[in-house]
């Protein structure tokens, strides 16, 4: 009986073709989480009260400084502090393609093999008047049918992720946070 490759190939392509795509989106909504969660626990601190603010890198350095009224130069000292937000990069990762490739093979063959085996045997027998006469025949015949189906599949999967620009919101605060970046001396240092 020959197999029906139209129902062979009845394949849940909505779950082939969706799945991929399902895990695709999870990951784009992982890796969004995954930035809040940064800013969350690397740039802000509670400061008590529920309310956030940026956590600052405080710096301290010596520079030299040109002294208009003496006419010399002078080593001060200044400290900075920076939001930690705008020198660390910000997790921002977005996929930016993605392939999916599907391809089935179904095959059928049927395969039908017939045996036939045919025997005869005689034997005579002889007496003065009578002669007896004896003969056997055998026939038999067998017929096998066999349909083999063979299917192979394969899914791939090829996704680009990219370091995404910074959302418009997410770029207006660090570049209001830079703005926070404060110097201030400390104290003079003579040479």
């Known amino acids: 009986m020959p197999v029906d490759i139209g129902r062979e190939m009845a394949l849940p392509m909505e779950q082939i073709i969706g799945g991929p795509m399902q895990a695709i989106v999870k990951a784009q909504a992982l890796a969004a989480s995954t930035t809040a969660e940064f800013i969350q626990s690397v740039g802000l601190q509670d400061s008590g009260g ?4 940026a ?3 405080d710096f301290s350095f010596e520079r030299k400084k040109p002294d208009a009224t003496t006419d010399t130069i ?4 200044v400290t900075l502090s920076v939001p930690l937000l705008t020198i ?3 997790p921002y990762i977005r996929v930016q ?11 059928s063959s049927t395969l039908t093999q017939t045996d036939t085996n045919l025997g005869i045997e005689a034997s005579a027998s002889g007496g003065f008047w009578g002669v ?4 056997k025949a055998t026939y038999s015949r067998q017929t096998s049918v066999k ?4 299917r192979s599949a394969t899914l791939k999967v090829n996704v680009k992720a990219v370091q995404d620009e910074l959302p ?3 770029a207006k605060v660090l570049e209001i946070l830079e703005t926070a970046v404060n110097d201030s001396n400390i104290q003079e240092v003579t040479p």
């Open 50 to 53: 529920g309310n956030l603010r």
């Open 55 to 57: 956590r600052t890198v």
């Open 74 to 77: 002078k080593t001060e000292r």
């Open 88 to 90: 660390v990069p910000t």
């Open 97 to 107: 393609e993605a392939t999916i490739d599907f391809e089935a093979n179904v095959s």
């Open 132 to 135: 007896k006469l004896s003969v």
């Open 147 to 150: 349909d083999q189906v063979n």
């Open 168 to 170: 418009a919101g997410l």
